[in-house]
């Protein structure tokens, strides 16, 4: 069984950063692409990044690019999204999610585990 734990969301102003990180088990890591997504309030989850299983392949939303840089560390088991100049409509709760298998997908129907999420709040 899958588990996903993430950690490292907050209240930060706008234009700071935040790391957060994700603690996978339950299956070999690296085996499987990683992705991150977001669920604003009264809004349907969205994509923001995702990685392959080596970490080599990456590629994010148009709306996070420049900005979000995912990383994970196989020998750890944790992905990572490194969000920098953030932005008041940044404000979500993160996911992260596993896929099943070793190549990337924007596509959340792709993802078969997700972590319970953690909030990020940018204050203007």
């Known amino acids: 069984q899958v588990q996903l734990v993430e950690s490292g969301g907050g209240l930060v102003q706008a234009g700071g950063s935040l790391k957060l990180s994700c603690a996978a088990s339950?299956?070999?890591?690296?085996?499987?692409?990683m992705g991150w997504f977001r669920q604003a309030p009264g809004k349907e989850r969205e994509f923001v990044g995702t990685?392959?299983?080596?970490?080599?392949?990456?590629y994010y939303a148009d709306s996070v690019k420049g900005r979000f840089t995912i990383s994970r560390d196989n020998a750890k088991n944790t992905v990572y999204l490194i969000m920098n100049s953030l932005k008041p409509e940044d404000t979500a709760v993160y996911y992260c999610?596993?896929?099943?298998?070793?190549?990337?997908?924007?596509?959340?129907?792709?993802?078969?585990?997700w972590g319970q999420g953690t909030q990020v709040t940018v204050s203007s």
């Open positions: 999610a596993q896929r099943w298998s070793r190549g990337t997908s924007s596509d959340l129907h792709e993802y078969d585990s």
């Open positions: 339950g299956r070999t890591f690296s085996n499987y692409a």
């Open positions: 990685t392959s299983s080596s970490g080599i392949g990456t």
